[in-house]
């Protein structure tokens, strides 16, 4: 899909309930959908990964939870505006 069409595309899939797998949100995709509900809280599933031990820059992940401590998606690198989204295998909508 175009670049420039990809918010819409997004905006489309959620409200037909065609939630992607992963994606791949800018800062302000992920302000509006976070609160919504339909994000999966990936938390102690990315607390827990094995690739913590890798991380160069925890601090940015560890401050995308909410006040509480709900993480809905991860930063992959310092200073882009993007988070990662991944729904989780099996999850039903």
Not at 48 to 62: G, T, V, Y
Not at 66 to 74: A, I, M, N, T
Request: glycine share 10%; hydrophobic share 35%; with cysteine.
């Amino acid at each position: 899909m175009d670049h420039s069409g990809y918010t819409d595309a997004i905006g489309r899939l959620f409200a037909s309930g065609d939630y992607p797998d992963a994606m791949i949100m800018s800062a302000s995709m992920f302000k509006q959908y976070a609160p919504t509900g339909i994000l999966w809280d990936m938390a102690d599933a990315y607390d827990n990964a094995d690739f913590q031990s890798r991380m160069i820059l925890p601090e940015i992940n560890k401050n995308l939870k909410d006040s509480e401590g709900r993480l809905y998606g991860f930063a992959p690198a310092y200073g882009n505006g993007c988070v990662t989204y991944v729904k989780p295998y099996g999850q039903l909508y």
